[in-house]
């Protein structure tokens, strides 16, 4: 009975966290509220997992609790990753089972999966979760792979009792994945520099910034080694907070 009331307090947290101010796209939360001088800082992972050390170094030096949402065949493959993440408090949540792609890059609303196919590919990814010690009564925002999604599929996770969750965009961050010989490549510096250029022509308040665990190896400038660090910092000194959901 205790757990369950605690379970019951946890949720009403989470729920207050998303006030009315925050900013939807296609059904999913794009942008916390404007009004609020917050930062929540979101990583993604596939199939590499070579920055899990060094960003959860960086964030416990800065006290910075983020929010990993991580594949099916992450949660296979790197179960320690992901007991070291739990253990640093922070949150860990789904990014789907194998990584579909939803629906069409030159058509939105064109569906490249079924319901179905949906929702099964979501059940094995939560059911890795639970196997993981992760209680999926409070694991319940996801971020769809690719970042890519429309309204049908938010439909379709609301009603599996699911809410989605996008990076704000702008500021470049998830360009840490590119590698030299991508034509949208760059580098971490020039990351670091959009990121602050936004923030001084319109203020970053209620940004999602999307970092990724890892990336190719081809990319050597890895954004976590001393950027990561360097980005919290000045970001804390222009009087931003990090936050967390219910944090």
């Not at 999307?210 to 000194?237: A, C, M, P, V």
Request: proline share 2%; charged share 25%.
């Amino acid at each position: 009975m205790r757990m369950r009331r605690l379970t019951a307090i946890l949720l009403c947290l989470f729920a207050a966290r998303i006030a009315a101010q925050d900013v939807y796209r296609f059904g999913g939360l794009e942008r916390l509220d404007p009004s609020r001088k917050e930062i929540m800082l979101v990583f993604t992972a596939a199939d590499k997992h070579d920055g899990t050390q060094p960003i959860l170094r960086t964030l416990r030096k800065h006290r910075v609790r983020a929010a990993f949402f991580l594949t099916g065949h992450f949660y296979e493959r790197f179960p320690q990753d992901v007991r070291l993440l739990l253990r640093g408090g922070h949150y860990v949540g789904s990014h789907g089972y194998a990584h579909l792609l939803y629906s069409a890059w030159e058509n939105r609303d064109s569906m490249l999966v079924t319901r179905q196919a949906f929702r099964n590919d979501m059940h094995k990814s939560y059911e890795l979760m639970a196997q993981a010690g992760i209680d999926t009564l409070l694991a319940r925002w996801f971020m769809p792979a690719y970042e890519h999604y429309n309204d049908t599929v938010s439909r379709w996770a609301r009603e599996m009792g699911l809410s989605l969750i996008n990076y704000t965009p702008g500021s470049t961050s998830n360009a840490d994945y590119t590698i030299p010989s991508m034509k949208n490549y760059r580098s971490s510096e020039t990351i670091y520099r959009n990121i602050l250029a936004l923030e001084e022509r319109e203020g970053l308040n209620g940004h999602i910034l999307l970092f990724h665990l890892g990336t190719h190896n081809e990319r050597s400038d890895k954004f976590y080694r001393g950027w990561l660090d360097r980005l919290i910092r000045e970001l804390k000194r222009r009087g931003y907070r990090f936050v967390l959901f219910g944090a």
